[in-house]
């Protein structure tokens, strides 16, 4: 149940705020851009830093675009679940049933329901021994149909990239279009979000925030910040958006599926979305956090009874969200009615994260009072 009573004090919130510029301070991150909704309305913002490490880089503001990463996970859960509303698909259809060239012994159990979940079994990250560096989204996309699971599909939550690809693969056949062209289509624009991308055209670049602390700095296919990275479409975390639009794909979900009197997705395909699939399972995100309860949604890293958790001391069970690896996370608590999203540029790599996110986002529940 919403309790409506609360409301945002600004000296309180402020302390929260405070934290995230001692993030700057200390150059743990050179950009942050954080929005709140509460109660559907806006009820905070924080910009700061620059786009990039140049001099004259433009300052972080509500135009700028971040690499939202894995936030874009649930996005493309939210186009299948389309997809399954629509009567296109059913969440138990064996993925062999859609994509034929995946049907092999061991594979053919495994289903959509698991690929949203992440209990598939299938592997976190692809093998790409055999791709070349430059290789399109496409091209790699299609060297999972040869994926096989790595733990037994259905026993644990194994975050799996490989597993969103896939999906990807199941929107382009189902759909019958790109994957791309599906999310702008049919997720974009009708809920709303003017500002988010896949594929941006390059007269966007000037407004995309530089990623630090990549694996592979200047290289000609540098994850985030290399022009063809700015190209691929990966349905596993190549979504590049504002703060704000973030915040406002969040609200869709916590409000039914609805946003400005359009009704994006059916109540009950939302509902379903933030729902414990997961109960009683062991699992998470190996090397970054895992968890002996991994509560997941078709989509979403449910709170459940997870600790510690990057939302906090102080949401809810029945808090839903997702973390990204460019240094980003979203949440939304459905008990607050509040929608908390802090976009960085700092990969996780070295988890400078830890507890840092946490103490975050419990300042900001804390300044909700009565």
């Known amino acids: 149940m919403k309790n409506v009573k609360l409301t945002i004090d ?26 709140l909704l509460h109660r559907g309305r806006l009820a905070g913002e ?12 433009p300052p972080i503001n509500g135009n700028s675009l971040f690499h939202i990463a894995s936030i874009g996970k649930p996005m493309t859960a939210f186009a ?21 060239e995946f049907r092999s012994a061991g594979r053919d159990v495994i289903t959509v329901r698991q690929l949203l979940t992440h209990t598939s079994g299938l592997p976190q990250d692809p093998d790409r021994s ?5 290789a399109t989204t496409s091209e790699e996309l299609r060297t999972y149909l040869a994926a096989g699971p790595i733990v037994p599909p259905g026993s644990k ?26 999310m702008h289509e049919r997720v974009f624009a009708p809920a709303g979000l003017r500002d988010t991308w896949l594929a941006p055209p390059e007269d966007l670049f000037p407004r995309i925030v530089h990623v630090g602390g990549t694996l592979d700095p200047g290289s000609p296919t540098e994850r985030f910040n290399s022009a063809h990275a700015r190209r691929q479409t990966h349905p ?20 039914g599926g609805a946003i400005d009197g359009r009704q994006v997705i059916s109540p009950v395909a939302a509902r379903l979305m933030i729902t414990n699939q997961t109960p009683g399972l062991r699992g998470g995100i190996e090397g970054f956090m895992s968890w002996d309860d991994c509560a997941w949604g078709l989509g979403f890293d449910l709170r459940g009874n997870k600790h510690p958790h990057f939302s906090g001391e102080f949401t809810s069970p029945a808090t839903f969200g997702h973390t990204g690896v460019s240094g980003v ?3 939304a608590d459905p008990a607050l009615d509040l929608v908390c999203v802090m976009l960085a540029n700092r990969t996780l790599f070295d988890q400078w994260n830890t507890s840092r996110w946490s103490r ?11």
């Open 10 to 35: 600004p000296k309180r919130l402020q302390r929260a705020y405070d934290i995230l510029q001692r993030w700057l301070d200390e150059r743990l991150v050179t950009a942050i851009a954080s929005v």
């Open 46 to 57: 924080f910009y700061g830093g620059s786009a990039a490490p140049a001099p004259n880089a």
């Open 80 to 100: 299948v679940m389309l997809l399954v509303e629509a009567g296109r698909l059913t969440l138990d259809d064996p993925v062999a049933d859609i994509l034929t």
């Open 130 to 134: 055999r791709l070349p560096p430059n």
């Open 157 to 182: 939550v194994e975050y799996s990239n490989v597993g969103y690809g896939l999906l990807g693969l199941i929107i382009e056949e189902v759909g019958r279009q790109s994957f791309a062209s599906f």
């Open 236 to 255: 596993a975390g190549s979504v590049l958006a504002t703060a704000r639009d973030v915040a406002r794909f969040f609200q869709v979900v916590l409000n």
């Open 329 to 331: 996370f979203a949440w």
């Open 360 to 370: 975050f986002s419990t300042a900001v529940v804390a300044s909700l009072t009565g």
